[in-house]
């Protein structure tokens, strides 16, 4: 597969357009439909997950047990959060980088495209097993999305070993995505695009890809031994054997905290593009945008044990993680700065994406505060697996990586479809999104810091009030993603005007020089960079 | 097209690669994590086990009180104790005390000790030279059994360490085929 | 136009309302509450100078944001200008907040190393979590209990009127003296927990097989009440923490009551063993100790839940010899969430439970089992 070129496909397949019918997505190579695909199936998920928050939230709505059994509780809480990392967010940014980074460095497609088909159908079947496995008896996974040993060892049911298999499935298919990403950045660049012109969307992603490789495989290992330990009678996590329990973690949050990164630096790169194009202005410091993203990247492997701080860590080790934890504000610092450094004496207007996007800058500023609080870590004793750390991980996540794919998807759909969508609803959904949103992760400092753990079924009375205007926030939250999903109905239809090639009048971008829609094949010839 | 530096085969090669050696470290860090709390002391998990002459002069000019403390975890119808529940020693100085183990059940058991000490940076100046958790023991039903620990605690314990505590858990280890006995290491460090 | 305000407004709004929550007092449902140690008065200013460092650094930087926003619009008619990087500005937005950092680092770093020095402590507590319920072990005094939730279960399922601390509350809580410096080994017998009282600003994981340590010095006398704090299955949010500070005074009458009791437990014991008990009496306890120990497994109908836990109605346990009944109340089952209750409950308990739950749920064994009788089982081991 590594050998076929991409100029040898395109003179051929650029006579007919896509196959009729499902053999056109089972069997596409082409990077836009594989990117729509990946959208899609990311949607799908996010509402999937957005569901079991919803049990989630009518559970906690009261104090007491109403709605559902604790056990069926944790089962929700572990598969939300699976489905959200893995399905939702992750899928959604390589669908992203299927669709654009093509485009953005002029290439005909992704560089392995066969690859590209293997690694976006597998994934459904790994959702499908860890789906299924909810409906075993004894249920699903229930150790949370981080399951920690010895909880998901000896102390898990037979659920586990379908978690461990859907967990492989995913992570072989975000390295598959990754490689790709790499091959087509590396080798597929047009000429002239040379690496300080990439696009910072291109580069945050081909930086994102490294970490993917360097860190799903550790994450592969780290489901590998619970398996062993559970089945065949290793002991990596369990102290009888010489094991032990606080090694998982260790192994986890090796994964896990650039796993963050991953979620997030795609996402500084499409407020990148978004920013300067309704700010009419250039962003600002370009290549100290690129460098902070390095350094983001290279911090992310040496503070994964500030998730640890409570296992009962050495002084010297607690100091190390809290400083370079710390570090990591600078870079991210320099990030929003110079967003809000492209928006000063800029022309700017507020078109749904710009909306979005602006919400994303604030919002996700408010995630690094608390994450710089959680940072310092004689206070984290008091923040950790309490919900404050729940508001924390959302703010960055939902108000962050989730609000830049939408914010994606309403900057670069109408080049998609080659029609505007409904506008009105767009604001609708932004309005209902950003209120509910906040009425739904704001308290959750508050209940947090008042001493509400996190991942519990059942809380004491004392935080009942917020957490009723919690719910309801979540409730709407969910309901306004609806308004999203019949827009995008409406946009794929391709109801709407029809958009010119410069969507935008600020874009810049060879996306931008294609015509709307965006034609099956484009760039067979490449174009010429200025 | 930019003319590519390498091939796509041969960039999918290299990152495959990547792939596959990330895999290894992912298992590598088991070890790694055992030689890092070696040196940190994370958990107080490691056992310096010495030999005779690795002896050190005693530092007479301080006293470390040393605790202990005794878990059956979930082992039901045993009772194991220290017999002295601590001792005072001063740095370098080589004490033998005793533990007691109680099986009250009626099958014989294969027993596990882990030992972990607190604060965990105590446990890197805690060397052994004889304890019945460097092996599995196996002990009769209904039987008494009294092991001897000999231990000396490194004269470079800092200052500020007055008080340390070492615990034992008691585990049952089944199938006596251990796949990874990382707890021992040997130590010479002195 | 009214959309824009509106946004302003909204971020205004976020802005501000954290600030005005923050300056509620120490009971405050919406903040860190400041604790009765010196550690969590500490703890407590950290939180808030970082907090204020936070809003000023969010006042600035939205402040800006905001300003551009109003005036640098393109419906005001603004035009863009051209500059789109600036060294000076740049080193300056990184080395300021390097500068701000390191301020912060260094009241961090003052403030852990004293929470991590356990040293020289006057009184040490090991503590141990299992599923899902604390022991408390002084050392050194010969005294140790278990502590479980005593929320009742009818206000769980919303029968009862919820109480004031429904949720926190325990059957025996910890006793504490004030002005002492108390260590707490933690440990656990299962998965991991972590034992958490915000007032003492402590909390540290239990791990299986290894030991933590934590400490505080408590200054004022009170009832403290937190909870388990590391997801621990299915009632990890019912393992409540209670404990109950009171002065050094009553605390040596404590320990001496404490140590009466045992020996009067004892003797009440050997009583038990020389006399029957009746079916009503055994049933009774039973099915208290049932609810107490083994219902949030096993359920209160005796049907577990398929896969997780097994049902012991009709389970052959129950069915079956009652030796093997009470051998495994007794014991356990390792590997599985069945702990060994022989430390747990006292063998009056022990016999009323296997009594109960031989005759509970429609079943009518008729089977009657005495302490002695489980105490003859724990004396064959020998």
Known sequence: METSLPTHSDNHAAHHGPAKGIKRWLFTTNHKDIGTLYLWFAFIMFLTGGAMAMVIRAELFQPGLQIVEPHFFNQMTTVHGLIMVFGAVMPAFTGLANWLIPLMIGAPDMALPRMNNLSFWILPFAFLILLMSLFMEGGGPAFGWTFYAPLSTTYSGDSTALFVFSVHIMGISSIMGAINVIVT???????????????????????????????????????????????????????????????????????????????????????????????????????????????????????????????????????????????????????????????????????????????????????????????????????????????????????????????????????????????????????????????????????GLAGMPRRIPDYSIQFADWNQIISLGGFAFGLSQLIFLALLIKACRKKGEPVPAKVWDGAEGLEWDLPSPTPYHTFSTPPKIK | MTEPNTSNAVLVKKLVLAVVCMFGFGFALVPL?????????????????????????????????????????????????????????????????????????KDTANIQAIPSVSPGTAGLYLNKLECFCFEQQLINPSSETEFVMQFFIDTALPKNIKVMTLAYTLFEVENQAVVYPAQEQNNDRS | MLIKTKHLLNILLLVFCFPLAASETATSSINLREGVTDISHQVYDLHMTIFYICCVIGLVVFGVMIYSMIFHRKSRGAKAANFHESLKVEIAWTVVPFVI?????????????????????????????????????????????????????????????????????????LILPINKKVRFLMTSDDVIHSWWVPDF???????????????TKINEVGTYRGQCAELCGKDHGFMPVVVEAVSEADFENWLLSEKDK???????????????????????????????????????????????????????????????????????????????????????????????????????????IQPKDVNQIVKSGL
């Open chain 1, 185 to 447: 950045i590396f080798n597929m660049r047009a000429p002239g695009m040379t690496w300080m012109k990439l696009p910072l969307f291109v580069w945050t992603w081909f930086i994102t890809a490294y970490l993917l490789i360097a860190v799903m495989p550790v994450l592969a290992g780290a489901v590998t031994m619970v398996l062993t330990d559970k089945y065949f009678g290793t002991s990596f996590f369990s102290a009888a054997g010489g094991g032990d329990p606080v090694l998982f973690q260790h192994i986890f949050w090796f994964f896990g905290h650039p796993e963050v990164y991953i979620m997030i630096l795609p996402a500084f790169g499409i407020i990148s593009a978004i920013v300067p194009t309704f700010s009419r202005k250039k962003l600002f410091g370009y290549s100290s945008m690129v460098y902070a993203t390095a350094s983001i990247a290279f911090l992310s492997f040496i503070v994964w044990a500030h998730h640890m701080f409570t296992t009962g860590m050495p002084v010297a080790a607690e100091l190390f993680f809290m400083y370079c934890t710390m570090l990591i504000s600078v870079p991210t610092g320099v990030k929003v700065f110079n967003w809000v450094a492209t928006m000063w004496r800029g022309s700017i207007s507020f078109e749904v994406p710009m909306m979005f996007a602006i919400a994303f800058i604030i919002l996700f500023t408010f995630g690094g505060f608390s994450g710089l609080m959680l940072a310092i870590t004689p206070v984290d004793f008091q923040y950790h697996d309490t919900y404050f750390v729940v508001a924390h991980f959302h703010y960055v996540l939902v108000t962050g990586a989730i609000f830049s794919l939408i914010a994606a998807t309403y900057y670069w759909l109408p080049k998609w479809t080659g029609v505007m969508y409904d506008n009105k609803l767009a604001k609708w959904h932004f309005w209902c999104s950003l209120i509910s949103v906040n009425v739904l992760f704001f308290p959750m400092h508050f209940v």
């Open chain 2, 33 to 105: 994590y055992d030689v890092f709390c070696d040196l940190t002391g994370i958990n107080g998990r490691q056992i310096n086990r010495v030999d005779a002459s690795q002896t050190q002069l005693i530092d007479k000019s301080r006293l470390v009180k040393v605790e202990f403390a005794t878990f059956t975890g979930q082992l039901s119808g045993w009772r194991f104790e220290a017999v002295e529940p601590f001792v005072s020693v001063n740095p370098g100085q080589m004490k033998a005390v005793k533990f007691r183990l109680v099986n009250l059940n």
């Open chain 3, 101 to 173: 950092l390191i301020g912060m680092a260094i009241p961090a770093t003052k403030t852990l190393i004293a929470m991590e020095d356990a040293d020289e402590s006057d009184l040490t507590i090991i503590v141990t979590g299992s599923q899902w319920k604390w022991h408390y072990e002084y050392q050194g005094h010969d005294i140790d209990f278990y502590s479980l939730l005593a929320t009742p279960e009818q206000q769980r399922s919303g029968q009862w009127i919820k109480g004031d601390t429904y949720l926190l509350d325990v059957d025996r809580p």
């Open chain 3, 201 to 215: 600003a402590v909390k540290k994981d239990a791990n299986p097989g290894f030991i933590n340590e934590a400490w």
């Open chain 3, 262 to 368: 045992i020996l009067q437990a004892k003797a009440e014991e050997q009583k038990w063993l020389a006399m029957n008990m009746s079916k009503d009496e055994l049933m009774l306890e039973g099915q208290q100790v049932y609810t107490a120990y083994c219902a949030a497994c096993h359920q209160a109908n005796g049907q577990g839940l398929p896969g997780a836990f097994p049902a012991l109605l009709g389970s052959p346990y129950v069915t079956g010899p009652v030796d093997k009944h009470i051998e495994i109340v007794l014991n356990g089952k390792s590997g599985t969430s069945m702990q060994a209750f022989a430390k747990q409950l006292s063998l009056k308990q022990i016999a009323a439970v296997v009594t109960y739950e031989r005759n509970a749920w429609g079943q009518n064994s008729g089977d009657l």
